[in-house]
């Protein structure tokens, strides 16, 4: 699905998403992303739920995320409860779609200006 350009200077948007590919402002991603309003970690290494699911939760919180976002891929899949545990201990909204559904609300949610993160599986 392609997306329509946005005129949102300085904040990551999600522009495309398909055949394996995340495309985040006019860079084409594989593997998988963590991204945030003014953040952004290419993760080309991570190519399934399970090793994205591994990733520190230090380093998500280290965004001050309000919300957290999962984006499993073609799918929706849903992680161990102690994953989504993890953040909801902390006040952080948690949620887990399929990464197109995940791109569409991350794009809605941070032109909100919210402290969204998202990790998505391409």
Avoid: K, W
């Avoid at 398909?18 to 084409?28: Q, S, Y």
């Avoid at 909204?93 to 941070?110: K, S």
């Avoid at 200006?113 to 599986?121: D, G, H, N, P, S």
């Amino acid at each position: 699905m392609r997306f329509t350009r946005e005129s949102t200077s300085g904040i990551n948007i999600i522009r495309g998403y398909g055949g394996g590919e995340l495309r985040i402002n006019d860079t084409v991603y594989r593997g998988a992303v963590i991204v945030s309003g003014t953040s952004l970690a290419h993760e080309p290494a991570i190519l399934d739920l399970e090793a994205l699911l591994a990733i520190d939760t230090a380093r998500i919180m280290s965004l001050s995320p309000e919300v957290l976002l999962l984006g499993t891929g073609a799918q929706q899949a849903f992680p161990p409860p102690t994953f989504s545990a993890r953040y909801l201990s902390c006040g952080v909204g948690f949620e887990a779609m399929n990464t197109g559904a995940a791109c569409r609300t991350y794009n809605v949610l941070v032109g909100e200006q919210r402290r969204v993160v998202a990790m998505l599986l391409a």
